[in-house]
């Protein structure tokens, strides 16, 4: 992802970058460790440093790819932290989709339904979500491009 990101595939979305480091402490009590914190550059029209948190995914069903698989109280507790840093900073969460035979990303609410409804949260309070495929090749990683976000559906 942060070759991506230094590859300006995301620039688009994040704006021209300046500094990343990774893993900053942040959040509650500063027990939590971002994956990219990200510096804009003089020439980002948002001046807001980002915290950026990436989340790898092999789960499918049919063409949606799905995060977590399992009960996760460490994603849950990112995305809380990453919402604690609105709107003084952006927060963005980038879902690693490990597999180019998908066409959307969705949160993967059966496995564990509060990730579900923190995601729902996160992305109505602020987070920005991008989803970002990738190939993996015997010799090489491709960049995919950007998945959409399936929307919630209402029973």
């Known amino acids: 992802v942060r070759l ?3 590859s300006n595939y995301l620039e688009e979305d994040l704006g021209a ?3 990343i480091r990774q893993e900053v402490t942040y959040g509650k009590n500063r027990r939590s460790r971002i994956d990219l914190f990200i510096q804009p550059s003089e020439l980002s029209v948002d ?3 980002i915290y950026l948190e990436v989340k790898n995914t092999t789960w499918k069903e049919g063409n949606v790819a799905l995060f977590p698989d399992t009960v996760t109280l460490r994603g849950q507790k990112h995305l809380k932290e ?3 840093v609105l709107p003084v900073s952006r927060s963005v969460l980038i879902p690693c989709l490990s597999r180019s035979d998908v066409e959307y ?3 993967g609410e059966i496995a564990d339904p509060i990730y579900g409804e923190l995601f729902w ?3 109505d309070s602020g987070v920005e979500i991008i989803p970002c ?3 993996f090749h015997q ?3 491709t960049w995919e491009g950007k998945k959409p976000i399936r929307k919630k559906e209402i029973h």
């Open 105 to 107: 990303f969705a949160p």
């Open 121 to 123: 949260m996160a992305l």
């Open 82 to 84: 990453l919402m604690s």
């Open 4 to 6: 991506a990101i230094e």
């Open 47 to 49: 001046s807001r440093n």
């Open 17 to 19: 970058i300046g500094k």
């Open 133 to 135: 495929c990738f190939g």
């Open 139 to 141: 010799d090489k990683i």
